[in-house]
């Protein structure tokens, strides 16, 4: 009987220990796929992607629709050349500090590429979004007004929004945004649809 119970015990231990095991596994996942970029603390390219696949997959409970948009940052490689890359890497978290502060909790900004950011803005129409945009634009150009630096700190961007009326992917978002963003570059703004504002 005592062995018997002494099984049973092995056994038990053996099962939990097998379900911990899973546990880290899944966590250890997780980290990978949500990892931080350590200079700016926006989420990184995959685990951007990874969110955004996310948010584009279907409405939720929390989420009845989003505003995405692409963000290029102006004059980094004068910066870089002017002072060095220090000054760029103050330069990209200035940027992303700013836009951190106009975001609510549920917003996601992902570094997409050296000076590329694509963000998520779930619930928020995209009249909002240009707002929150231009705003951090304008404080950039305070900066600028008072540091005197020989290079001028601003960003071009594009925006899409998506109430998951057709299908969306990643990708096609990104080259919806990229386009929109050139076109912002050249003084082309596409003005957000005044009828999906809050």
Do not use: W
């Amino acid at each position: 009987t005592l062995v018997s119970y002494m099984q049973i015990m092995m056994d038990q231990l053996h099962a939990q220990r097998h379900m911990l095991e899973k546990q880290v596994r899944r966590m250890e996942r997780y980290i990978r796929i949500y990892a931080k970029d350590e200079l700016t603390n926006a989420y990184a390219r995959r685990s951007g992607y990874a969110i955004l696949r996310q948010l584009l997959g279907g409405p939720s409970d929390e989420v009845d629709f989003l505003t995405m948009a692409f963000v290029d940052l102006d004059n980094l490689k004068a910066a870089n050349d002017l002072y060095g890359h220090e000054e760029g890497d103050i330069y990209l978290k200035t940027v992303v500090d700013l836009l951190m502060e106009e975001l609510n909790d549920s917003d996601i900004i992902c570094r997409f590429g050296g000076d590329e950011f694509v963000l998520a803005l779930p619930n928020k129409f995209e009249e909002n979004a240009h707002t929150l945009l231009q705003k951090v634009n304008r404080q950039l150009a305070v900066i600028n007004a008072c540091q005197g630096k020989g290079y001028r700190m601003s960003f071009s961007f594009g925006t899409l929004f998506y109430d998951y009326s057709e299908p969306l992917d990643v990708e096609s978002a990104i080259k919806q945004m990229d386009s929109r963003m050139y076109n912002y570059k050249l003084g082309q703004i596409i003005e957000p649809d005044k009828k999906k504002k809050a």
